[in-house]
């Protein structure tokens, strides 16, 4: 990787903030002899009509703008890992899980709806079910709503109006397993959800069942993802899939920043 020039497009971290993989993987980009700057895509400007100063850019911030910046860097030729449409459809829930539903992965019943006042005709039968709502677009757990049996209609009027992914519950017994994916490599964590301390996000490393193994890895190549997390819970029918988020944290995953460096050094030599 020596002279690689990498733009590597992160969001902004609060103060105190822990355990980010740009911590760990950036000095070791750096080690490596590649040229490393962070980008913040919100601080611009960034000129659309001169090249980018990068040989490939590493989308770890998934934001309006920095789905954007990718996008226009991919313009002028230049990779991007993951790449920005992958990542843009990564975050749609009600398309992806219309992508991982008709492949057959095992994903909990669900339903396309406009919400935001009162209930929709053919939502009445889900009423009485225990039920995950989630806003069309999201990551990481936010824009998500469980409602238990016959709480949907209280539900619905504190949501704002717009389009949303309605799955049904699947009843499961302990903490969620993160599969964290980059390249070929993968490793698992589990974790409680919703993971509020520093501790909980970190998780405990956990055995990656094969049957899940495989569902994460179908699910990133029908998403177009490299780097990539899938949610998983079971259930006594076997292990489900409840989300896909394209560039975890990857907190809590041994060798992740390890992989990660190998897969941008991959790309980098497709560039010879």
């Known amino acids: 990787m020596n002279g690689l020039r990498v733009g590597f497009i992160e969001r902004r971290h609060p103060p105190g903030h822990r355990g980010a993989i740009s911590d ?25 009509d001169v090249r980018p100063p990068w040989d490939m850019v590493v989308l770890k911030s998934g934001s309006a703008a920095a789905l954007h910046l990718a996008a226009a860097v991919e313009a002028w030729g230049i990779p991007s890992l993951n790449g920005s449409e992958a990542t843009r459809l990564a975050q749609d829930r009600l398309a992806s899980a219309a992508i991982l539903q008709r492949a057959g992965l095992p994903i909990a019943p669900a339903r396309l709806a406009w919400l935001g006042s009162g209930t929709p005709p053919g ?3 889900l009423a009485g079910r225990p039920l995950v709502v989630k806003a069309a ?5 936010r824009g998500l ?29 302990g903490d969620d397993l993160k599969v964290f994916a980059a390249g070929e490599w993968m490793a698992a964590v589990e974790r409680p959800f919703p993971a509020e301390t520093y501790e909980e996000k970190l998780g405990r490393p956990a055995e990656l069942p094969e049957e899940a193994a495989a569902a994460a890895r179908a699910a990133g190549k029908l ?43 991959r790309v980098a030599e497709g560039l010879r």
């Open 24 to 48: 760990r993987l950036i000095p070791m980009l750096r080690e490596a002899g590649a040229e490393v700057s962070l980008v913040h895509a919100e601080t611009g400007p960034y000129r659309l």
């Open 123 to 125: 939502l009445e039968e």
């Open 137 to 141: 677009r999201g990551s990481r757990g």
């Open 223 to 265: 998403l177009g993802l490299t780097c990539f997390g899938c949610d998983f819970v079971r259930s006594s029918a076997g292990w489900w899939l409840v989300d896909v988020n394209a560039f975890p944290g990857y907190k809590g995953a041994e060798g992740a920043a390890e992989a990660l460096a190998a897969e941008i050094s």
């Open 145 to 173: 709503w469980r409602a238990a049996a016959g709480e949907l209609p209280e539900l619905l009027p504190r949501l704002p109006a717009g389009p949303y992914l309605i799955m049904e519950w699947v009843e499961h017994a």
